[in-house]
């Protein structure tokens, strides 16, 4: 039967043995996980240039496709905006056009005299070469048109009626070499015929000699001929030219009208 002692050494043996068996795995724990720190930690640092080229490649790709649409949605606005000024641009235009008309149609009423018996008309073409000067209106037959009517502007006569259509008329201006008109002077009542030169300007023929003409002398209608009312503003003297020989002068005029901007005219009925 073993002794006492002996069971207590085996005791002490196994306590022990329990003991460094804990301490060795407690051991091997602790360099497992500072094994496992350090791999982690190398991986780390060699892994982390790239995960932060690639994190900075889709931040960028990223601020590309939100800058991409940004811009898209600037463009649009900006499109939009073009064409809202465009539009009012063209409205500020068509008001700027009204109004400018409403003035040249005032001033064309403007005499007493002509409210119940003209039609208005706007000029819509012209057929002007060097010999023929016509303009074409948008007002005919329909309207109470027919030739031989004197048309005008605020400013004077500027020819009369050849050709009415239905809806459209030609109209001869006083500067056209086929237009007469019988005119005197508005001082001196001195009368002659206001013949056109196929250009910007007219001529005055049949005065005398003996008259005294001045530059600046304004010449009007004599009403003769019945077919320009008597008193109308035909122009001004621009050059007298006096001949040694011969019985008469020389006389160009301006025409009162700006025939070359005209726009809107009164058709004088009978």
Request: with cysteine; glycine share 8%.
């Amino acid at each position: 039967m073993p002794s006492k002692g002996n069971k207590n050494r085996r005791n002490i043996v196994l306590v022990s043995a329990i003991l460094l068996f804990s301490l060795a795995l407690m051991t091997l724990s602790v360099k497992q996980e500072k094994n496992v720190r350090f791999l982690d930690s190398t991986v780390g640092i060699i892994l982390s240039p790239f995960q932060n080229f690639f994190t900075n490649i889709i931040q960028s790709v990223s601020d590309s496709i939100n800058n991409y649409f940004f811009l898209v949605d600037v463009a649009r606005e900006n499109d939009r905006l073009q064409l809202e000024v465009q539009r009012l641009v063209r409205e500020k235009n068509q008001l700027i056009e009204k109004i400018a008309s409403l003035k040249r149609l005032s001033k064309l009423m403007a005499s007493d005299d002509w409210e119940k018996k003209t039609v208005v008309a706007s000029v819509i073409g012209r057929d002007a070469t060097q010999w023929s000067k016509v303009v074409i209106i948008d007002k005919g037959t329909q309207d109470g048109i027919k030739d031989h009517l004197a048309v005008v502007t605020d400013a004077g006569l500027i020819g009369q009626v050849i050709h009415a259509g239905l809806n459209t008329s030609k109209v001869l201006l006083i500067v056209d070499g086929r237009s007469a008109v019988d005119a005197l002077f508005q001082d001196t009542r001195v009368s002659g015929v206001v013949v056109g030169m196929g250009e910007d300007m007219c001529q005055l023929k049949y005065v005398p000699n003996t008259v005294e003409v001045k530059v600046g002398d304004q010449v009007l209608s004599s009403g003769l001929g019945g077919i320009f009312p008597k008193g109308l503003v035909i122009g001004k003297v621009s050059q007298v030219f006096r001949k040694k020989q011969g019985l008469f002068q020389e006389i160009t005029l301006n025409p009162g009208s700006d025939l070359s901007r005209l726009e809107e005219v009164l058709v004088l009925l009978p």
